[in-house]
């Protein structure tokens, strides 16, 4: 049995603040349109040509008291554009019916993908202040997306998964994780897992070195499993050929 992990891209762009601002602009003005069919009158601005040349300049003047002076002015269109989708929802007629209660509920999802109303998607007092990777913002119509980096790669956007795997290549087990927990977090539960459903353990498992700890091969020792190998790198501990 083998013992790995990968990471599956979830469909979404590079995200930024500003890229998740323009996004939230026109989910917005999509918002709003709909009203207006549902009987809503509350007056209201089409800022997305606006918020989009903004978020563009943003995204390409490399002039930082630019880019702050940009970064403003979509900040506003986007608290204006919030402020008229508020009235309208509050203000939308009860004879609306069905269609009026699926308007709130998309209205609702949008809400909890962008933690409220908070101007800024990943919070921070302003742009480059540091934000904890569980705390991130990286979509609003995927806001499951977990930031995963491994080793040195590129980051991605996304879920990772534990699988294992048998001599043929058949996969055995999967794991859609929970954010991006370590692989040396991982082996033993997966290896718990493994025994649970075949009701033992295999003879022999092989892993990654990123799997490698101490406290791994005694564990997975300790579960039956007489032979534990870890796939060797440069950088992996001498006591890893024993």
């Known amino acids: 049995m083998r013992v790995d992990s990968t990471v599956t ?7 930024s603040d500003s890229s998740l601002l323009w996004d939230a602009v026109r989910v917005t003005v999509r918002l ?5 069919a549902l009987g809503s009158t509350i007056p209201w601005h089409d800022h997305r040509r606006a918020a989009k040349k903004r978020a563009r300049a943003i995204e390409y003047i490399r002039c930082r008291p630019k880019r702050i002076k940009h970064y403003r002015e979509l900040l506003k269109i986007t608290r204006t554009t919030l402020s008229s989708l508020q009235q309208a929802s509050e203000q939308l007629p009860l004879t609306a019916g069905s269609a009026g209660e699926l308007w709130q509920a998309q209205l609702r999802h949008y809400r909890r993908s962008s933690s409220g109303s908070s101007p800024r ?6 742009p480059g202040d540091p934000v904890p990777a569980g705390e991130k913002l990286v979509s609003l119509f995927e806001p499951h997306a977990d930031i995963i980096v491994k080793g040195s790669r590129d980051v991605d956007y996304g879920h990772k998964l534990n699988l294992t795997t048998g001599r043929s290549g058949l996969i055995l087990d999967l794991v859609i994780e929970a954010g991006n ?4 977090e991982r082996l033993l539960p997966m290896l718990e897992r493994h025994i649970a459903f ?4 295999p ?3 092989a892993a990654d070195g ?3 700890s101490r406290e791994n091969l005694s564990g997975a020792k300790a579960r039956g499993i007489r032979d534990m190998a870890f796939t060797r790198s440069a950088a992996s501990p001498p006591w890893l050929s024993i």
């Open 9 to 15: 891209a979830a469909l979404i762009h590079e995200p």
């Open 32 to 36: 709003l349109q709909q009203t207006e």
């Open 121 to 126: 998607p990943n919070g921070g007092s302003w």
């Open 181 to 184: 927990p370590t692989d040396s």
């Open 198 to 201: 075949y009701g033992e353990p």
């Open 203 to 205: 003879r022999q498992a």
């Open 210 to 212: 990123g799997y490698a």
